[in-house]
């Protein structure tokens, strides 16, 4: 079965860290890849997606992610992180043929101030 | 803006009771989607919808059903609730384009509590 795996379940970091949140996906075919955050309180939203083409994504807030197909990763990125970061992030997957979104379990991230 | 409205945003109610929530999307979105989250375990899908009157179940069907009557609502059921199905309830909607998954809208999400 297609699977989602998100390593870090918890990460906290200072303010100005770098940022690397892994995302695994476990099915070998096309596939169309989403990060999405829900901050503190609120609703889920997306924050930056892939279907095709250039495997480096830039999405809001500064973030991006790579997609690497060798790898079946989808690793998402932010050089310089800030306390308004906090959230739970979300790495989801889905296959072209089959509509059917499959989440990662979601890494929490805390930032210092 | 994509508008997903979710009837509750708290919602408490005892075992055995039969429960609905309630979905409306503003967009004129075909699928819709009804998730449970909880700590540790990220979002499980319950059913979907693609269309009025159509729905599949996700991976967690048991002891709910739905209603898709119109476009814009999709209703999730509690036959008989218990206390392991309190959870925060999510609801979603993507447009449909063939070929091509479209990014999903969340409602604010419906905290359930099952006495």
């Known amino acids: 079965a297609q699977s989602v795996s998100q390593h870090n379940h918890h990460v906290i970091l200072s303010e100005a860290a770098s940022l690397e949140l892994g995302c695994n996906y476990s099915?070998?075919?096309?596939?169309?890849l989403f990060w999405y955050v829900q901050y503190p309180g609120q609703h889920l939203q997306l924050l930056l997606k892939?279907?095709?083409?250039?495997?480096l994504v830039k999405g809001i807030k500064g973030f991006e992610a790579e997609f690497i197909k060798s790898k079946f990763s989808f690793n998402l990125r932010k050089p310089s992180v800030q306390w308004s970061d906090t959230a739970e992030y979300f790495c989801a997957v889905v296959r072209n043929r089959d509509d059917k979104i499959i989440f990662g379990k979601g890494t929490r991230l805390h930032i210092l101030p | 803006d994509v508008k997903v409205t979710q009837s509750s945003r708290y919602l408490v109610k005892r075992t055995g009771e039969k429960v609905f929530l309630e979905c409306v999307q503003d967009m004129d979105h075909e699928n819709m989607f009804w998730y449970r989250q909880d700590p540790g375990l990220g979002l499980r899908l319950i059913y979907f919808s693609y269309d009025v009157k159509m729905k599949e179940k996700g991976d967690i069907p048991e002891g709910y059903s739905v209603s898709r009557e119109k476009k814009e609502r999709f209703s999730l059921i509690l036959e008989s609730a218990s206390t392991n199905q309190t959870s925060m309830y999510l609801c979603?909607?993507?447009?449909?384009?063939?070929?091509?998954?479209?990014?999903?809208?969340f409602g604010d999400g419906t905290r359930l509590s099952i006495l």
């Open positions: 099915y070998g075919g096309t596939v169309n």
């Open positions: 979603a909607s993507s447009l449909y384009v063939q070929g091509a998954d479209q990014p999903q809208h």
């Open positions: 892939y279907f095709s083409g250039d495997p």
